[in-house]
């Protein structure tokens, strides 16, 4: 079993919809819960940090963790063609990173 | 938080040779992470770079292949040993945030070997 596990997609969805990214961890300490945003070409981007259970929201941004059930998601909402990337899910255990596989997301004009 | 500075940003080599790779941290950090990104794949870190000791390697990688230096807080080098194909790739170095403990990558070098 992978220590991070995210859907590799491709999810595509329309303008100004909401976008849902999923990713499951296996290590039950984990302590820390990262999104980066990946452009075709470019490194990683970190655009969300979550540590504790529910949600936080940043701008269009809304991470939410659910330790119970080892659970991260990233919500998008009103979906822009910029958002077009690969967001990759990142899990601190405390002793090591571990990076999920990634998801592809295209947003359609 | 912290801007890296890497280069280069891509090379084509030729197999049997060796490239290295550099980064440079705008500020002290104790730790720098080399990470290798395989087409299509996620984030494999390579080895972890401490400040006046040995990188400490993941399974899979070895000095031999991978030699790093790290001889100051603010600055490490990767080199790719005896190149093959299956070495193209793309490596990037990375530093903890203060702030929030994720990582911070450098831009990357996009590795080719023909």
């Known amino acids: 079993q992978k220590e991070v596990e995210q859907n590799s997609g491709p999810l595509s969805v329309p303008e100004g919809a909401i976008a849902s990214l999923n990713c499951t961890y296996s290590d039950r300490v984990s302590q820390s819960f990262f999104w980066y945003r990946q452009y075709s070409g470019k490194s990683p981007e970190l655009i969300m940090s979550i540590y504790s259970n529910g949600d936080k929201e940043d701008g269009r941004f809304t991470a939410q963790l659910n330790k119970a059930s080892q659970y991260v998601s990233l919500l998008i909402r009103d979906s822009q063609p910029s958002d077009s990337a690969t967001y990759l899910c990142a899990v601190n255990t405390g002793n090591q990173f571990y990076f999920g596989t990634g998801t592809s997301l295209t947003v359609i004009p | 938080s912290a801007v890296i500075s890497q280069k280069p940003s891509r090379d084509i080599c030729q197999r049997g040779t060796s490239l290295t790779i550099q980064c440079q941290v705008d500020?002290?950090?104790?730790?720098m992470f080399w990470y290798r990104q395989q087409p299509g794949q996620s984030l494999t870190l390579i080895a972890t770079a401490n400040q006046g000791s040995e990188a400490t390697y993941e399974s899979g990688f070895v000095i031999d292949k991978f030699p790093i230096s790290r001889p100051n807080l603010t600055f490490s080098t990767l080199t790719v040993s005896n190149m093959s194909p299956e070495d193209s790739s793309i490596y990037l170095c990375?530093?903890?945030?203060?702030?929030?403990?994720?990582?911070?990558f450098g831009s990357g070098t996009r590795l080719t070997v023909v």
């Open positions: 500020s002290q950090v104790t730790m």
């Open positions: 990375s530093v903890v945030r203060v702030s929030d403990y994720g990582y911070t």
